[in-house]
């Protein structure tokens, strides 16, 4: 997109089913915040203050998933006002961690927690954005960070397209000098399938990497639960492993399904 | 609440937090006839998908249910489970996880009162228009909110969905010299945190005197991760047996719960911790307390902002104190050994007692789960203060007056649907 000849760029945050947590890349961003306020007009962000939710915008930054029929109808408002829509975190990209209804019974589930599930609105999915209006960039992660969204803004304040990332986590602890928890502790990482950007955080701290940026490109997940099932895991352990923050989209959410019991063999 | 609608439930409660809220206020003859705080946060059914999953996932899990208070759900449910396994992580860890919870309190509470809850007082629509007339007062709170974030990264990696809690402890401990860099930083900050309860206890705040029990965890410190469940009116339980006193109910109005302690409205959050355990607070914090000349037990909610102060203060004091002696361990965390059985976990988010409980089988594969958070069991106060307070104005007031009035009440709470309460449409009926 072209910054307006006049004006600053109007920039909006809208909510849909969601933690938060993908906002505080923004709100956490401390004096980077107030600079950002500066360069852009925030027209919506309900939870830093200003809300107008119909406003037409430069830039749509989404973070939750589709999990309502007000939010099928909403996103569709939110892509006809918006020059670019930018999808932040698991939810908007995904589905999210509540994806994993999608595998079961939604509505019966709705039951189980609810003793009157009529009183409650919902779908019984969870999807992506990008199963309901075009997405123009999608930043994945569980959450996504500050740095993510200030290059995205950069970026596309400028009219240059990010960089997407590419590399997988695996490629991050070479060359942070991360010593392999797979290989020397038996661990069950997904760090082989996941692309990174979150700075190969999990195995920095001695523990598996479980696939909260979402799949990598090219990933050969089957090769990875046979590795996993040669450390012990049976195989509902490794198709649980596979679907969890990212269940419902991508190679690895999918690979969950073959090597769950109804999948058959991988 | 709306008498006659409400259904008893005996299944797993859904922990909903934050998402858009609406007040909707029908008056006639000058009083309120129905009154409700509509939570419409669409139900992501965390209790339903952990029911399948392995003891160790559930940490990681809950974190997603509130990206603002994810420390808070980790420890919450990483004490169940403990307790269900009959585990001991020990005084290191025990240590360790007061500081981890430090962090989050610092960083939830300096968000609310500076990006959520001042403007409000000062007459601004949002902190960043704030900004521009107290500049040096927003970024002391934006300053406090990062050292906080920065003391949930040192144990997690990062301060939203953190990965370095386990169940038995942490998955690895600080280095000693990030902890010594990371110290003399948040010792720095001690004399910024006292200016701040001090801008805090300056606010005119509006009066206001109500009547309803504050419910917190007591023990022997200021509560965080631990202690009995206790009431201004007496009450006195071990976590394992808050469903005895407590109950949840499910209003069509809302997506979260309605909980009630003996059938009444009652506080949880940083005003009833304070009301309860104000003798437990740092002598430092004790002393600035004192100052503010705030009189205990509070019965004013507009007092809630300046106990998240005083919290702020505590919890950079603790932190200073306990990372003052530290060492690294040989190793972060106890041994787990799963087994069958049930275990509770009540510890104090940022918004008051979040309470967990969890069944496993023999191979630790949870069975049944049920999370109560802080602005469930808030709810029915909320919706009494708003009655309250609102006919104390007088319904005959402009619309735009009772709306900014009714947000602020709700801010007060610091509800996880703080976000969504700008976003508040009042409909006034009047008769």
């Known amino acids: 997109m072209t910054p307006p000849a006049s004006g600053k760029p109007r920039i909006a945050v809208h909510k849909f089913s969601s933690c938060d947590g993908c906002q505080l890349a923004f709100l956490d961003l401390g004096e980077d915040l107030v600079r950002l306020s500066q360069m852009v007009d925030i027209v919506h962000f309900a939870e830093a203050g200003p809300v107008d939710p119909e406003a037409a915008v430069d830039i749509a930054f989404v973070e939750g998933s589709i999990a309502t029929p007000d939010e099928e109808a909403r996103i569709q408002r939110v892509r006809a006002n918006a020059g670019t829509l930018v999808t932040i975190g698991a939810c908007a990209t995904s589905g999210g961690i509540q994806a994993l209804r ?161 999948g058959g063999e991988p | 609440m709306s008498e006659g609608r409400q259904v008893a439930i005996n299944v797993p409660v859904l ?48 974190a997603r249910i509130c990206g603002i208070c994810p420390v808070a759900y980790q420890m919450s449910a990483v004490q169940a489970l403990e307790a269900a396994f009959g585990v001991d992580p020990g005084d290191w860890v025990a240590a360790m996880r007061r500081v981890f919870y430090c962090g989050e309190w610092l960083q939830s509470h300096a968000l609310h009162i500076h990006l959520l809850a001042a403007p409000d007082f000062f007459g601004y629509a949002s902190a960043l228009e704030m900004a521009g007339g107290y500049p040096e007062e927003v970024r002391r709170g934006m300053r406090l909110q990062a ?83 206790a009431a201004t009116n007496g009450l006195d339980l071990h976590p394992s047996e808050w469903e005895t006193c407590f109950r949840e109910t ?104 979040l309470w967990h409980r969890y069944a496993t089988d023999a191979s630790g594969i949870i069975t049944d789960s049920r999370i109560v958070p802080p602005t469930a069991q808030n709810q029915a106060r909320i919706e009494d203060d708003l009655r309250r307070t609102l006919e104390a104005r007088g319904l005959d007031a402009p619309d735009d007056e009772l709306r900014r009035l009714g947000e602020q009440v709700i801010r ?20």
């Open chain 2, 250 to 353: 499910q209003v069509p109005h809302s997506t979260a719960f309605h909980a009630t302690l003996d059938g009444e409205p009652y506080l949880v959050g940083p005003l009833a911790r304070l009301n309860l355990n104000a003798d437990n607070l740092p002598a430092e914090t004790a002393s600035l307390l004192g100052e503010t000349g705030l009189a205990l037990p509070s019965g004013n909610p507009f007092h809630g902002m300046l106990a998240r102060a005083l919290e702020i203060h505590a919890a950079l004091v603790e932190a200073v104190r306990i990372l003052g002696d530290y060492r690294e361990p040989d190793c972060p965390y106890a041994e787990v050994t799963p087994t069958a059985g049930v275990g509770y976990g009540a510890t104090e988010a940022p918004r008051g007692i």
């Open chain 2, 15 to 62: 922990a909903r937090v934050e998402g858009e809220g609406a007040l909707e206020v029908a008056a006639e003859g000058g009083r309120i006839t129905d009154l409700r705080l509509r939570i419409y946060e669409p139900p992501r059914l965390f209790e339903r998908f952990l029911v399948g999953r392995a003891w160790h996932e559930v940490p990681d899990a809950v």
């Open chain 1, 102 to 262: 999608n595998l079961h019974d939604g509505t019966q589930w709705l039951a189980d927690v609810y003793p009157s599930p009529a009183y409650v609105e919902s779908l019984a999915t969870s999807t992506g954005i990008a199963e309901h209006v075009k997405v123009d960039l999608e930043l994945w992660g569980c959450p996504v960070n500050g740095r993510q969204v200030l290059a995205a803004v950069r970026a596309l304040l400028w009219g240059v397209p990010p960089l997407p990332q590419r590399d997988k986590v695996c490629m991050d602890c070479k060359r942070d000098g991360h010593v392999c928890v797979l290989v020397s502790q038996g661990q069950p990482c997904l760090g082989p399938v996941t692309v990174t950007g979150c700075g190969a955080l999990c195995p920095a701290f001695g523990r598996d990497c479980y696939g909260c940026y979402g799949p990598a490109e090219n990933a050969h997940p089957d090769a990875l639960g046979r590795r996993l099932e040669g450390l012990g895991l049976l195989r509902e352990d490794v198709a649980r492993r596979f679907r969890f923050i990212h269940s419902n989209r991508g190679a690895v959410g999918e690979a969950g399904q073959r090597w769950s019991d109804e």
């Open chain 2, 147 to 229: 050292l906080g974030n920065e003391i949930m990264a040192l144990f997690g990696g990062r301060a939203v969905h953190p990965v370095g809690a386990r169940v038995g402890g942490f998955h690895r401990a600080p280095a000693a010299r990030d902890v010594a860099d990371l110290h003399g930083r948040l010792e720095a900050a001690l004399p910024e945190a006292a200016d701040l309860v001090r801008w805090c206890a300056a606010i005119d705040l509006p009066d206001s005197s109500q009547d309803f029990p504050s419910v917190a965890l007591r023990g022997a410190d200021y509560p965080m991760n631990r202690g009995r469940i």
């Open chain 2, 412 to 431: 007060n709470y610091d509800p996880c649907i703080s976000c969504a309460t700008h976003f508040l449409d009042l409909t006034l009926e009047r008769g």
